[in-house]
């Protein structure tokens, strides 16, 4: 009866360690250097075969040709910038990244960027670490795409000297589900979640308070300028939204400045 059991036990370990097995980008080994770029898709560009439902995507060769992602994709995690540059991860009109579990990081402790374009979309199960441990730099660039995290977003999340930067440019959306309500710990260490255009951030429930503050710390920017950005329960009714303030134009501010001047002048008189 103790060898049956015993012999179930390794049977289980076995299974799980190959449930959960680590596949490494490495697309030069397929005869792939930049500037050209390697399809996530393409079995030959990976260590260990295709990430599937068991598998967690590893980057961390140096020098590694861009990831295009053209299709739907998923998968147990992935870690850019684990031991080694995380290169660029492109997420194409169409394409889709989806993690089934557990935490995955854009910036590990190392160097990564990540870009969803117009069309594609990344979704956390849990945790979205932009910049984890020291040493790692993370950036996420959402240009038109959407980002959804299913529980806490960090950025600069660990340790003292690790960033992390989301730029949700002009169309692009970033869906979150949660956000520490100090202001400080989900975006820290000179990180910065930054707004443009028509770009948006959402968060299930009122989050105006504590996104504000966030802002008032210089944590969330409009358009470059930090602070500069409108919170709100009203645009999307039962969400938090973040947008940029609009920043008139450089003619615009010209005009006004004469105008001002005009108004200082006549008031002399």
Known sequence: ????????????????????ATTVWNPAAN???????????DVANWTNGLPDAGDKAVFNVPAAADAEVTDAQSFIQFVQGD???GGVIRVKN?????????????????????IVEAGGTVSFAVHAWIGLIDGSVGTVDINGGTVNVGDMLGLGWDQ?????????????????????????SSIKHGS???????????IPGDFVGV????????LIAGNGVPGSVIVDLTSNPGFTTVTAAVIPEPGTLLLMGFALGSMFISRRR
């Not at 500037?35 to 996530?40: E, H, S």
Request: net charge negative; charged share 5%; aromatic share 6%.
């Open 1 to 20: 009866m103790k060898r049956t059991s015993l012999a179930s036990v390794l049977a289980v370990l076995v299974m799980a360690s190959m449930a959960n």
């Open 31 to 41: 005869g792939i250097v930049p500037p050209a770029v390697g399809n996530w898709n």
């Open 83 to 85: 031991g080694g540059d």
């Open 94 to 114: 169409g394409g889709s990244l989806t993690t089934t579990t557990g935490w995955s990081a854009v910036g590990y402790n190392s160097t990564a960027h990540m």
């Open 160 to 184: 003292t000297t690790s960033q992390g930067f989301v730029n949700v440019n002009d169309g692009g959306l970033l869906a979150l589900s949660n956000i520490h309500g100090d202001g400080a």
């Open 192 to 202: 910065l979640l930054d707004i443009s255009g028509s770009g948006q951030v959402t």
């Open 211 to 218: 996104m504000n503050t966030y802002a008032g710390n210089g």
